[in-house]
């Protein structure tokens, strides 16, 4: 089932959440919602209710087959537009599809 917007953020949220070792902040600004572990960011939640999306890290063919396949994946908004990508609620966005991005850029931040 394709997400809202908020969904996508909750999914990718709680998914962080049970990841050991995550830690919560706002060091950027007030409206991003960063997830670290090891002092690492590997999830940005954007709190804008007119731009729900997040940013994860991924490797870089794996991102560029990401953005090929789902209209709403894009390059990272905030960061590296070559190792991170920014994804939005769009067809075939899933919780199962964000569940893997957030924890696969979990797994790249902390090797």
């Keep these: 089932m394709t997400l809202t ?3 996508l953020q909750r999914a990718a949220r709680r998914t ?3 990841l050991p070792g995550t830690t919560s902040s706002r060091p950027f600004s007030p409206g991003l919602d960063v997830r670290k572990v090891a002092g690492k960011v590997f999830l940005i ?3 804008d ?9 991924a490797e870089p063919e794996h991102g560029r ?5 789902y209209p709403s994946i894009g390059v990272g908004r905030y960061l590296d537009k070559t190792h991170w990508i920014s994804v939005g609620a769009g067809p ?3 919780a199962a ?3 893997e991005l957030v924890t696969d850029s979990y797994d790249l931040v902390r090797s």
């Design 97 to 99: 599809l964000v569940e």
């Design 5 to 7: 917007g908020e969904r």
């Design 49 to 57: 209710p007119g731009e729900r999306i997040i940013t994860v890290k």
């Design 16 to 18: 962080a959440d049970a």
């Design 65 to 69: 087959r990401l953005r090929a396949a």
């Design 92 to 94: 075939g966005v899933t």
């Design 45 to 47: 939640v954007t709190d």
